[in-house]
């Protein structure tokens, strides 16, 4: 059975950056797309970025293009999402996603972690 735990979030201030983990278990990977997602309190759950995991392109918002990274390690079947530059409005939950197919930037996802809370103080 697929798992996938998200951990890294936190309380950090403006500018500052966060790096998220999202382990992955359960199966092999290598056909999987990763994704993360963020959803604020009254908000819609919000697309950030993907990639495959076994390489290739990677998509990200316009809303955090030049700032987040998503990068995986093969050795720890692990995905991460580096944060920099973070703003107030990056406060939420951050969610890691996996599905099996083509990339998409919608929530058809069929895999995903709890949740991890970031929040930035101005």
């Known amino acids: 059975q697929v798992q996938l735990v998200e951990s890294g979030g936190g309380l950090v201030q403006a500018g500052g950056s966060l790096r998220l983990s999202c382990a992955a278990s359960?199966?092999?990977?290598?056909?999987?797309?990763m994704g993360w997602f963020r959803q604020a309190p009254g908000k819609e759950r919000e697309f950030l970025a993907a990639?495959?995991?076994?390489?290739?392109?990677?998509y990200y918002a316009d809303s955090v293009k030049g700032r987040f990274t998503i990068s995986r390690d093969n050795a720890k079947n692990t995905v991460y999402l580096q944060m920099n530059s973070l703003k107030p409005e990056d406060t939420a939950v951050y969610y890691c996603?996996?599905?099996?197919?083509?990339?998409?930037?919608?929530?058809?996802?069929?895999?995903w972690g709890q949740g991890t809370q970031v929040t930035v103080s101005s």
């Open positions: 990639r495959r995991w076994s390489g290739g392109s990677t």
């Open positions: 359960g199966h092999t990977f290598s056909s999987y797309i």
């Open positions: 996603a996996a599905r099996l197919g083509f990339i998409t930037t919608n929530s058809e996802y069929d895999y």
